[in-house]
């Protein structure tokens, strides 16, 4: 799913709001050249992605503990290439946390936007009502001012849909 949304190569440094276990950020870190940034507001979880990272010999991954949707990502104006919006966007303000994505994202840079499927009982997830669709996700994205790239089909995984937004350059 990481590089079928584009964070891949030299793509600059990564943002990953909602780190959790990792799942999604060993694959970023494997992919990129740059530094991933992996934010979360649960202690624990910062420090067993970290773990999981240094286990694998992956350097380029930082663990940071923060409440971003009250205090924002802490990373400048501009640092990042890339941001990893997986599973989040069920959030109650949607659209201030990817003001916060276009903020921190250099002219150019990409959001990858990943959510479970709104249409299918999945075995994981948040309750079907409170899912946000890929066109609901589109909507937020340009009203935070990213533009729409594209949909991704997600043929690897059968419950997610894929979305990339883009900051204006």
């Known amino acids: 799913m990481v590089e079928k949304l584009g964070c891949t190569g030299p793509c600059g440094d990564v943002v990953e709001f909602g780190c959790g276990y990792g799942t999604f950020t060993l694959p970023a870190a494997r992919a990129v050249t740059g530094r991933v940034f992996a934010l979360d507001i649960e202690p624990e979880l910062v420090a067993a992605t970290t773990r999981k990272a240094r286990e694998a010999g992956l350097a380029n991954v930082t663990g940071v503990v923060r409440d971003f949707l ?100």
Do not use: K, M, Q
């Open 70 to 169: 009250a205090d924002g990502c802490g990373l400048p104006d501009g640092s990042a290439g890339y941001a990893i919006l997986f599973n989040i966007l069920h959030v109650e303000d949607p659209v201030s946390l990817l003001r916060e994505a276009r903020r921190v994202l250099a002219p150019g840079g990409t959001a990858g936007v990943i959510h479970w499927r709104t249409d299918v009982e999945t075995p994981r997830g948040p309750p079907l009502p409170i899912r946000p669709t890929a066109d609901r996700c589109r909507t937020w994205g340009e009203a935070a001012g990213l533009e729409f790239v594209r949909t991704e089909s997600l043929c690897c995984c059968s419950w997610h849909w894929g979305l990339v937004l883009r900051r204006p350059g």
